[in-house]
């Protein structure tokens, strides 16, 4: 009967329980995940079952790392993204907390995009620290993701989009992330991706300012290629500000969603 036990498939008897995969190949494992799941030692394992033992406070080697990294995932996601793309256009508020949860959830590529530079303003909402004030946001971000997981490709463009380079950055992108403030920005990127980049599913969002219901934030599809997430009204404005429960949460169903469409589930 084949296991994988920390990311190595192995030959077990049939009626072999975690604990005794323990007991051979990790004695001093006191966390135990079966299948996405925290288990106990009397659990019987099946064929295909995956399970991650791991010792706490114990830092691990570079080759168990990936393994403990997603080792709450659902069973098979991370061997789906691991060599998926997915582009995110702007760094701020939605951005910055888009690519952090594309990385931990194990997706192998970011396409990362902003001109500008982290602001004390910024740090209402966005994924920067204080020590980070003055850098470029791909530069901080791109520190922010490494030590999160070492295992993400980033390409990195410190860059105004513009229609012009639009298709050459994000080209290879299964999904693309409008993370803009502005609606004129918002519109340009969305319409230039429609049109020139026809493989690739565009995630926008429209309406997330000020503090109102978390609730009233959906997911809309807008034709074949194009989901906006929002409440399509709250745009900021003045004695109307972003704050980051509620751009957090969109920024998460746009990870989700950019979830969904790479592993089939959506789009």
């Known amino acids: ?53 791991i010792r706490r406070g114990e830092v691990p080697s570079r080759e168990e790392l990936e393994a403990l990294l997603v080792a709450r995932h659902t069973p098979g996601v991370h061997e789906r993204v691991k060599h998926a793309c997915v582009g995110v256009a702007g760094l701020g508020g939605l951005g910055s907390q888009v690519a952090v949860a594309l990385a931990r959830t194990g997706v192998g590529r970011l396409v990362l995009a902003d001109f500008d530079v982290v602001e004390p303003s910024n740090l209402n909402r966005q994924q920067y620290f204080v020590d980070q004030i003055g ?12 030590r999160i997981t070492p295992y993400v490709r980033l390409d990195l463009h410190r860059v105004r989009l513009t229609p012009e380079n639009i298709p050459e950055i994000f080209r290879e992108c299964r999904v693309l992330v409008e993370a803009f403030d502005r609606a004129d920005q918002k519109a340009m990127l969305v ?40 409440d399509l009204e709250s745009e900021a404005r003045p004695g109307v500000g972003l704050m980051a429960p509620r751009v957090g949460v969109a920024a998460h169903m746009q990870a989700n969603l950019a979830l969904r469409i790479l592993l089939g589930e959506e789009g």
């Open 191 to 230: 319409e230039t991706a429609l049109g020139r980049l026809p493989e690739t599913r565009i995630v926008a969002a429209s309406g997330l300012a000020g503090y109102g219901p978390a609730d009233a934030i959906r997911t809309h599809r807008v034709g074949e290629r194009l989901f906006v997430v929002g």
């Open 135 to 146: 850098l470029p946001k791909v530069e901080a971000l791109a520190e922010t993701l490494r």
């Open 1 to 53: 009967m084949r296991v994988k036990v920390n990311e190595r498939y192995r030959e077990f008897p049939e009626g072999v329980r975690v604990g005794d995969v323990r007991q051979a190949l990790k004695p001093d494992a006191d966390v135990l995940i079966r299948n996405g799941f925290p288990t106990t030692e009397e659990v019987v394992l099946q064929e295909g079952d995956e399970v991650v033992l």
